[in-house]
């Protein structure tokens, strides 16, 4: 597996502003990508994050509300612009290890909007 | 696209009894299938997969069946312990990216 780590790990904020949220693992992984997870309700894939290109975003998602970043191999960034109380969510980061076909969660950034 | 149907929504047992959850999936080229336990505020945990070259799996006290020609696939828990109270969620995908998630189990598991 691999040791994913994300900030912050939870904020509150305030509608209108946007923030970021790191995610940082200890290992080259193949893939990395951000789901969002509304409360009480699934796992909603956002975008795959493309190492040194722009994020491939699912429907429903674009980039202006959640750009992305992936400077390099074991980092990343998403970014919940302009927020709103619906924003209000677990943001997770997950990889892909290199060799291992298997996709692995971070413990996720709880983000309320008021 | 791939749909991912799971029941039931929530799942009550006594200690030391078994645990079953089932999963549907629309897309026949899927061929991928993990099962991730959450716990309450941590990540998903990835605790058993199988793929679709394979009709069971088991690793301890958990085990998963797939049916392709029914795209049905199960989560099988045996002595079910309190610490195994948390939300279950299967996946189904062609891949490993791009996961499909079902609509999550809450299981609770009473001494």
């Known amino acids: 597996s691999a040791v994913i780590s994300q900030k912050p790990s939870r904020d509150i904020c305030q509608r209108g502003t946007s923030l970021t949220i790191q995610c940082q693992v200890d290992s080259q992984v193949t893939m990395m990508f951000w789901y969002r997870q509304q409360p009480g309700q699934s796992l909603t894939l956002i975008a795959t994050?493309?190492?040194?290109?722009?994020?491939?975003?699912e429907s429903g998602f674009v980039i202006d509300k959640f750009p992305i970043s992936r400077p390099n191999l074991t980092f990343s960034t998403l970014t919940v612009s302009n927020m709103s109380p619906e924003d209000s969510s677990i943001y997770l980061c997950?990889?892909?290890?290199?060799?291992?076909?298997?996709?692995?969660f971070g413990e996720g950034s709880r983000l309320t909007v008021l | 696209g791939e749909n991912v149907e799971q029941h039931p929504s929530t799942l009550s047992v006594q200690e030391g009894d078994s645990a079953v959850i089932k999963c549907t999936y629309s897309d026949s080229a899927s061929n991928y299938f993990p099962w991730y336990k959450q716990e309450l505020g941590k990540g998903p945990q990835l605790i058993i997969d199988i793929r679709s070259n394979v009709g069971e799996k088991k690793d301890q006290r958990i085990a998963v069946t797939l049916n392709k020609t029914a795209k049905h696939f199960s989560l099988h828990i045996t002595e079910t312990q309190p610490e195994d109270s948390a939300v279950y969620f299967c996946?189904?995908?062609?891949?490993?990216?791009?996961?499909?998630f079902g609509t999550g189990t809450r299981l609770q598991v009473f001494p």
């Open positions: 997950s990889v892909v290890p290199a060799n291992t076909g298997e996709l692995f």
């Open positions: 996946a189904a995908s062609e891949n490993t990216d791009k996961l499909i």
């Open positions: 994050a493309n190492q040194g290109s722009e994020a491939t975003y």
